[in-house]
């Protein structure tokens, strides 16, 4: 069986959407805020995911 190209951009495209849809841990290593929310709530939250390390201030 050869897998095709266009498969695999399917399934590329299938994860992606499963990421913004599904709610998992987002953890803030700087003050320690933990919320399971989507990928897009976070977005609109003003989560910056995955946190940086650059954030520290
Ligand atoms: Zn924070």
Redo the contacts with the bound molecule.
Sequence with gaps: MQKTILDEQEKHKQLLQSMNTRPFWHY?E????KEYITAEEAFNDGWDYPPSRS?WS
């Design positions: 803030c700087v003050c320690g805020k954030e």
